[in-house]
């Protein structure tokens, strides 16, 4: 059994985001009418409203709790090309009653100990919506990573913690990322020094060369990528940045998932301070991964030796392909590999299994089958189409045992592994069983409807 409840006119239209906090006590929800709300949950299991603040001058897209050792912290992403940072923190009844006249502030007395919301930083490097923010796993410190629809993937810094003021930003076209050796390459104690994309004392003893030709490359790529795809369209908001998920194991140093594009794949890529690279590629049109490194070497002259793969190039010329709109990566809760699900506008929710490279090889004498070991390699594990529309949202549970979707057809649907590893349906939830103005309470619903 499963139980829920329903909370009636959240927004004056249409909730495009909801976020639980660390606990799963509070909740955020951003809208369409631009404004944020935190929901408390109270214990007799309904959410009342703690604040309500108008955030951006155009519809909020997403919204991201950071963890609580930073303190209550969210940040938001919206139609008007901007990130923004906010803190709850106490101020006094005439503060309060000064910024509730700006209409940035809670309803009069709603929040504990006359809390408040601040704006602390607003991020407008974007040239186009910000369609997701999510800050990293805290072992990498009070960073923050958004996508846009101008195809950049930007990882911020906080450099000024206490005040939450300044922030120094990687920008990264995920479009035209370099491919180059994955983690597998690397000891685990070299891959965490690297892993820092805001490092500026890292070191380039040798490297002068080899960076001038990959940037040479990479303007290769983003000309070539960049350009409109289809004749007489030109670029359009559809073809950039739809979804990012952190990896959430500390192991592999700082590795993100990101969507961008209608060409149905997700790029999973290592955060470097030197070279941010794509380790693997995921492509929905055949149901294949790719590894998009090998192994690969340095000649003098600074360019690279790779054997490479374009994922999914010919199933993606033959066959129509549809955004990626949502992925989440599963906390790893001890397993060897990673669980990676994606949500996508052909109504299909896949679940990838993901394993990292091999550790500890000899990179000066790798062998051919040594160098397919030290790649990143993938498989789909599942491919559900339940939803017959478009899925706006996947999301693990906590153990990453259990997947939630939620599609155009007005379902939440939930997915788990048998004894056999094998993912089955496991409930759901529509509309129509929660919407009961006479019955507002929380109810429960069986899991195998």
């Known amino acids: 059994m499963i139980q829920t409840g329903l909370i009636q006119n959240a927004h004056g239209d249409l909730v495009t985001d909801a976020s639980y906090d660390f606990y799963g006590l509070r909740l955020a929800t951003c809208s369409l009418d631009q404004r944020i709300k935190i929901w408390q949950l109270e214990e007799n299991n309904t959410w009342n409203v703690e604040d309500d603040w108008k955030a951006h001058d155009a519809a909020v897209s997403k919204v991201s709790w950071a963890h609580p050792e930073f303190g209550s912290i969210i940040a938001s992403g919206s139609f008007d ?40 930083a607003v ?56 491919s180059g050796p994955s983690p597998g390459y ?3 104690a070299h891959t965490m020094a690297l892993a820092t994309p805001t490092q500026t004392h890292a070191t380039l003893d040798g490297a002068s060369a080899s960076l001038v030709a990959q940037a040479l490359q990479q303007g290769l790529q983003s000309t070539s990528s960049t350009g ?23 192991y592999w140093g700082e590795v993100i998932a990101a969507g961008c594009g209608t060409n149905g794949i997700i790029k999973i890529i290592q955060l470097n301070a030197r070279r941010s690279t794509t380790l693997l590629t995921l492509s929905s049109t055949s149901n294949t991964a790719t590894s998009t490194t090998s192994h690969s070497h340095t000649n003098p002259t600074g360019s690279t030796d790779a054997t490479e793969s374009r994922t999914g190039g010919t199933a993606n010329a033959a066959g129509a392909t549809s955004a990626i709109t949502s992925v989440a990566w599963a906390p790893s809760c001890g397993r060897s590999y ?19 490279g ?12 040594e160098g397919e070991e030290a790649k990143w390699t993938a498989v789909s594990v599942a491919d559900f189409d339940q939803h017959k529309s478009a899925v706006g949202r ?38 129509e069983q929660t919407e009961e103005p006479s019955q507002p309470e929380s109810k429960d619903v069986d899991m195998d409807a």
């Open 338 to 356: 990673h669980l990676i699900a994606t949500g996508g506008r052909d109504g299909h929710v896949r679940i990838w299994k993901v394993k990292p």
């Open 186 to 188: 690397l000891s685990r």
């Open 81 to 120: 090309r901007t990130a923004k940072i906010w803190e709850q923190a106490s101020i006094s009844p005439s503060d309060a009653q000064q910024s509730s006249v700006n209409g940035t502030t809670s309803q009069p007395g709603s929040g504990p100990l006359n809390s408040r919301w601040i704006e602390r």
């Open 228 to 250: 409109p795809s289809r004749p007489g369209l030109g670029n359009r908001e559809a073809d950039g940045g739809w979804c990012i998920s952190w990896c959430k194991d500390k």
């Open 123 to 178: 991020l407008s490097d974007a040239k186009g919506t910000v369609r997701a923010v999510e800050f990293a796993p805290h072992h990498f410190g009070l960073k923050l990573a958004t996508i846009s629809t101008d195809n950049i993937l930007r990882i911020y810094e906080c450099s000024e913690q206490p005040s939450l003021t300044s922030w120094s930003v990687e920008e990264l076209d995920v479009q035209s990322m370099v």
């Open 358 to 369: 091999s550790e500890d090889l000899d990179t000066e004498n790798l062998g051919e089958t």
């Open 394 to 431: 996947v999301e693990w549970n906590i153990t990453g045992t259990i997947l939630s979707s939620a599609g155009n057809d007005g379902r939440v649907r939930l997915w788990k592994a048998t004894s056999g590893n094998v993912w089955r349906p496991a409930g759901s939830v529509g509309v």
